[in-house]
């Protein structure tokens, strides 16, 4: 991992949130170049802003290092709703996902 994955996983999570460069600068507190600045190379942000970051995507650290986990919000929001199933909708979920799996 480098400062270009840092860049292009910012980048992925902005678009799959839906959000402007501007829009995002404006949300963390910034001038509306700062993630411009960020994707494009010129800058990476500090810990302090990459907790940021991940805060404002909802994410932990770890989740934004998961290279396996193409839309971590989503996979976190799915988990969440997972886990509030009773045992028999538990099961159902379970044999749904593992058969997909075999395609």
């Not at 270009?4 to 999570?13: H, K, M, N, S």
């Not at 959000?19 to 010129?42: A, F, T, W």
């Not at 991940?54 to 989740?63: M, R, S």
């Amino acid at each position: 991992m480098n400062a270009d994955f840092v860049r292009e996983r910012i980048t992925q999570l902005r678009l799959q949130k839906g959000v402007s460069e501007y829009q995002m600068s404006y949300d963390l507190g910034h001038s509306r170049g700062y993630i411009n600045n960020i994707s494009s190379g010129k800058t990476l942000p500090s810990m302090t802003e990459f907790f940021a970051i991940c805060g404002y995507f909802q994410i932990t650290p770890v989740d934004f290092f998961n290279t396996s986990a193409f839309n971590p919000v989503l996979l976190n929001d799915t988990i969440e709703n997972i886990s509030k199933l009773n045992e028999e909708d538990l099961k159902l979920i379970h044999q749904i996902t593992t058969r997909m799996l075999k395609k």
